[in-house]
């Protein structure tokens, strides 16, 4: 069967939550809940499809939106590849026009059932939260991150930035990255331990670079049973013997081989950049905005943006397709 090209709004209000549509009866999957969106014809580009389906399908027009990235997936009756795009603002009140049950409702999985079986996995993929704090206790000190980690619980002013939907904690709130190389020996494992104590009492995921977890174990430090990793790209491509017990999330890019490495090996995300210079790579400027999107379009997995970002770059993220931002200096 020939791949039919899809376009699929993942459309949130204000408060972060998405709209879903329940297929009506008569219809493959009747009682399933979806996303809105169709096929894209011919003579239409993706978000020129999804503007005519969200018209048709709900009474609505959508006016600012961005890619998120591609899938495919084979259902008996159809071979689809589906372009998912998040839509952020649009005119009008979503109507059921045609026999669906519509809702808001949040990404997390579990929210809703059943869910299309297209659908269904990418749930723990979308609802990932949109900023990646990459630790510094190398640069600024224990007392420095545990004050920026505090205020991180609450939701940026969106007026200001545009950013509560995504952010925010409906929309999974923030995940730490534990990197730290510059630290060694005794002063990474308390750094480590302080780290596990301050994501805990803030109720922050927490997942650990393999360089650094690496590191920890030279140092004598146990670390727990089902530990959370982030690889390095040279780890991604390598890939070492880690504690078959170690759950790999994500991992660090730099190119669209990588990019693929990291779907081939079902990881959940990756980070690419540098997008601007930054002061960790002096004199090396950043590949910027078009080239990310470049890469990203066939990212097939979420890809988050770092590199000189702050949460103020949040709007020119998203349109160019990042996931979120990750950051270090800029926390």
């Known amino acids: 069967m020939k791949r039919i090209d899809v376009a699929v709004a993942v459309v949130f209000n204000a408060q972060g939550d998405v709209l879903w549509g329940q297929r009506p009866q008569g219809k ?14 011919a003579d239409e580009t993706v978000w020129q ?12 027009t959508a006016q600012q939106g961005g890619p998120w990235f591609v899938m495919e997936h ?3 009756h159809a071979k689809v590849r589906l372009h998912l795009y998040r839509v952020w603002q649009f005119e009008g009140t979503p109507r059921a026009l045609e026999g669906q049950t519509l809702t808001w409702s949040s990404l997390q999985p579990g929210h809703l059932q059943p869910v299309l079986p297209a659908t269904e996995p990418l749930l723990p993929v979308l609802a990932q939260p949109g900023v990646l704090a990459v630790s510094s206790y190398g640069l600024m000190g224990a007392d420095a991150v545990a004050s ?6 609450s939701p940026p002013d969106s007026q200001r930035t545009g950013v509560a939907p995504f952010v925010g904690k409906s929309a999974g709130g923030m995940r730490v990255l534990f990197r730290e190389p510059e630290l060694v020996g005794q002063t990474l494992v308390d750094a ?25 174990l030279e140092a004598g ?14 780890h991604l491509e390598t890939r070492p013997q880690f504690a078959p017990h170690w759950q790999v999330l994500g991992a660090s890019v730099h190119d669209a081989a990588s990019l693929q490495l990291a779907h081939a090996r079902g990881l959940h995300y990756a980070v690419l950049g540098a997008v601007r210079a930054t002061a960790s790579h002096p004199g090396q400027g950043g590949m910027g905005w078009a080239a990310f999107q ?16 702050g949460l103020d770059d949040w709007g020119e993220a998203r349109i160019h397709g990042a996931h979120g931002l990750a950051m270090i200096r800029q926390l």
């Open 49 to 60: 499809a999804l503007v005519r389906e969200l018209q048709e399908e709900l009474g609505i």
């Open 28 to 41: 493959p999957y009747a009682g399933y809940w979806e996303f809105p969106g169709g096929k894209v014809e």
């Open 74 to 76: 084979d259902y008996e």
């Open 192 to 216: 480590w331990q302080h780290c596990q104590q301050i994501c805990s009492a803030l109720t922050l995921d927490l997942i650990c670079h393999s360089a650094t977890a690496l590191r920890l």
């Open 294 to 309: 470049q890469l990203v379009q066939e990212a097939r997995l979420p890809v988050y943006a770092i590199g000189g970002l």
């Open 148 to 153: 920026k980690l505090q205020p991180a619980q």
């Open 221 to 234: 430090c146990e670390l727990p049973h089902g530990l959370r990793v982030h690889l390095t790209q040279t």
